[in-house]
């Protein structure tokens, strides 16, 4: 059996929102991948908590409600502090261009904004997955 | 230190670590499962099935609610399938289960098929036994949505709750042979729906034929899972499903039958690779299939002639 790549597909914080999540999940599985989705309006405690005991290797936040400059940096923070520190952390949603190097800085590998392809994104993992 | 020592004092990413290496068959799996194996057979097994739409993820998170009201700890494994076609797979159960996350007495770990078509994924049983060896009390096994022959849960688990719906109408008849026999306790979900007497009725109906045949007559609880009602009720049945179990020696059958079945499947899958790997060494596999294909050779005396050459 080889490796399956994993994918936790979180939505932090209040917005009620998930089309987004639902069709990159769907693409994502399409791609061969197992996607854990967790549903709406998620803690970054529960996010962090749900990648460990699912032991992904990537973690793919979909946020449109602009809290992702405080909610992304914080679940960064929670699952390096669980020692997962190989898991790629990539952040979707309607994000300002100005915010992205801020959440790079802050240990999100990636952003995608709307009208990227889910091509895109699962060239964007297979290529960086560890 | 290894991942097996670090389950062993308590480590959940050494659990979650585990589970990986088992499912992906990385290299240090059987060594790990070596380290576990003398620390397994503690926790009660319960298995949870029943068709699509049941409710079983709604079930179980209340069902871990109520054991760890009552104390206990409690593993889950949730399975979903995988799809066919790509290898992927969404596992979307932990959805009904979003407030256990951060209760540090349960573990959640989703699984999918990949494969298996028993209702179980290809490494359900070490994963268990992973789960059992960390400690927890209680394994919960959420199987994917079953028909009629996905029953590989019974060889599995202690015991198994069936979990039906009303509506499904006549789809009972067509599911009676299947999931239906092997239900130590039923529980009827959405009790509140229209239908639910008609169920409860067949449901009693059957079981009334099977009555000379078992010592156990396996109890039926309406729940509304969505709302936590009949909840209690359901793990009083569960309880005394498992005392009776135990006092009538069913409960170790089961695990000596488990055993068993778990060290012939072990060995098949080692004398199998043996017998492939001597087969390539052997080298002229491919004429024969070419003159099986022909019909020149029949597979039957293939087959007898290759065991006595390699299993010499």
Known sequence: MEKRVRVLVAKPGLDGHDRGAKVVARALRDAG?????????????QIAEAA???????????????????????????????????????????????????????????????????????DYIKENVK | MNIADELLKGSRLALSRAITAVENEY??????MQTLYSHTGNAHIIGITGPPGAGKSTLTDKLAKEYRRQGKTVGIIAIDPTSPFSGGAILGDRIRMNELTLDQGVFI????????????????SEAIKILDAFGFDVVLVETVGVGQSEVDIVKTADTTLVVLVPGLGDD????????????????????????????????EMMLDLNQDKIEWRPPIQRVIA???????ELAEAIEKQIVHSKESGQFVN????????????????????YVRKQLSDYGKFDELVISVEKREKNPYAVVGDIMTTILR
């Open chain 1, 33 to 45: 991948f197992e996607v854990i989705y967790t549903g709406l309006r998620q803690t970054p405690e």
């Open chain 1, 52 to 122: 460990l005991q699912e032991d992904v290797n990537v973690i793919a936040l979909s946020l449109l409600s602009g809290a992702h400059n405080h909610l992304f940096p914080r679940i960064v923070e929670l699952i390096r502090e669980k020692g997962m520190t190989d898991v790629l952390i990539i952040g979707g949603g309607v994000i300002p261009d100005a915010d992205i190097p801020v959440l790079k800085a802050a240990g999100i590998s990636e952003v995608f904004t709307p009208g990227t392809s889910t091509t895109t994104i699962i």
């Open chain 2, 27 to 32: 290299d240090d799996a059987v060594s790990i």
């Open chain 2, 109 to 124: 770990r989703s699984m999918g098929t990949r494969g298996s078509l028993g209702g179980l994924s290809r490494k359900t």
């Open chain 2, 172 to 203: 009972i008849q067509a599911i009676k042979a299947g999931i239906l026999e092997i239900g130590d306790v039923f529980a009827i979900n959405k009790a509140d729906h229209e239908g639910v007497d008609r169920l409860h009725t067949e449901l």
């Open chain 2, 226 to 232: 969505n709302r936590g009602e009949g909840i209690n």
């Open chain 2, 254 to 273: 089961r695990r000596t039958n488990r055993t068993k079945s778990e060290l012939l499947a072990m060995l098949d899958e080692q004398v199998g690779r």
